[in-house]
Nanobody
Framework: VQLQASGGGLVQAGGSLRLSCAAS????????MAWYHEGTGPHRELVAA???????TIADSVEGRFSASRDNQKATFYLQMDRLRPEDTGVYYC???????????WGKGTQVTVSS
C-alpha cells in the first residue's frame, strides 16, 4: 500500500497550492480519505476529509480557503489550498481509512511553507 503525497512547496502568503495523494495497493473507493496538518502543535490536526460516500469535512481554520476532492477513477485525493497563511506551514499527510476492517494507512507527507 502506498499513499504518495505531492504538491507541497514554498509559497508567499495569499498564494495557492494543490496537494495530491495518489493511492496504490488499495481499493480506493472503499476508503475514507483525509488530509492532516502537522505544524507547530503536538498533534496532527484534521484539515479536510471526504468519506467514500462523498461527505466532506473541512476544519474551521481553513473553511472558505481550502477544499478537498477525490477522483476514484484515478485513485487520487486532492487538497486545494487558497489564500494561504503562514500558520498553514507544516507537513501535510494523507490518510486512508476503512473503518469496517479497522484499516488505516498514512502517506509520508509533503512540506508546505508559507512565507509572510
Amino acid at each position: 500500500v502506498q499513499l504518495q503525497a505531492s504538491g507541497g512547496g514554498l509559497v508567499q502568503a495569499g498564494g495557492s497550492l494543490r496537494l495530491s495523494c495518489a493511492a496504490s495497493g488499495i481499493l480506493f473507493e472503499n476508503f475514507d480519505m483525509a488530509w492532516y496538518h502537522e505544524g507547530t502543535g503536538p498533534h496532527r490536526e484534521l484539515v479536510a476529509a471526504i468519506s467514500r460516500s462523498g461527505r466532506t469535512t473541512i476544519a474551521d481554520s481553513v473553511e472558505g480557503r481550502f477544499s478537498a476532492s477525490r477522483d476514484n477513477q484515478k485513485a487520487t485525493f486532492y487538497l486545494q489550498m487558497d489564500r494561504l497563511r503562514p500558520e498553514d506551514t507544516g507537513v501535510y499527510y494523507c490518510n486512508a481509512e476503512f473503518l469496517e476492517y479497522k484499516t488505516n494507512f498514512w502517506g509520508k507527507g509533503t512540506q508546505v511553507t508559507v512565507s509572510s
